[in-house]
């Protein structure tokens, strides 16, 4: 019995919570990756500063500070035109898809995705991040729909005990 209370409650704080399984980024990693930027664009290849370019925009798209996130789409999108392979495209959409997805555009993110899926169909990374901002827009949904539902019962039960009042 006790079991079956933990896994309701479990379902019921990953429903509100989110439970993605997206990985975080640390802020002394994106300086790392900052550092090695400059330093790539002091002495490097262009080959080695894309590489480092790259590093630095995962690591903001997956960062828990919104103005990072915000910082690393810019950074993907500046640098999408200049994707010349297919595989560059794919990581720089998906890439993209995270950002959109921690900043709360989920209706953006699975657009990329499904741009992403058109260049890797079977990429499973892509595939699980679309099921995830699927399942965090049909919650979404659910949420106003509630909350609507909620709004209507109380202007309905005020109305109605505005009019027993009269009475």
């Known amino acids: 019995m006790d079991a079956a209370f933990s896994k309701f409650f479990d379902s019921i704080g990953s429903f509100f919570g989110g439970g993605d399984q997206i990985p975080w980024c640390d802020r002394d990693i994106i300086v790392g990756c900052e550092r090695e930027v400059a330093e790539a664009s002091k002495d490097g290849s262009d080959e080695q500063k894309n590489e480092s370019i790259m590093r630095l925009s995962w690591a903001l ?21 200049n994707s010349s392979s297919p595989l560059q495209q794919r990581e720089k959409l998906y890439l993209l898809a995270v950002g959109h997805y921690r900043s709360g555009d989920y209706s953006r993110s699975r657009q ?12 499973r990374q892509a595939l ?7 399942d965090r ?3 979404d949904g659910v949420i ?3 909350i609507t539902a909620t709004a209507v019962g109380l202007i309905a039960g005020g109305i109605a005990a505005a009019l027993t009042r009269k009475k």
């Open 137 to 139: 827009i049909a919650k």
């Open 61 to 81: 798209v997956h960062s828990r500070q919104p103005e990072d996130v915000q910082r690393g789409i810019a950074m993907l999108e500046a640098s999408l035109v």
């Open 112 to 123: 990329l995705l499904d741009r992403c899926l058109e260049i890797a169909p079977d990429w």
């Open 144 to 146: 106003g729909i509630g």
């Open 128 to 134: 699980v991040l679309k099921k995830t901002v699927e």
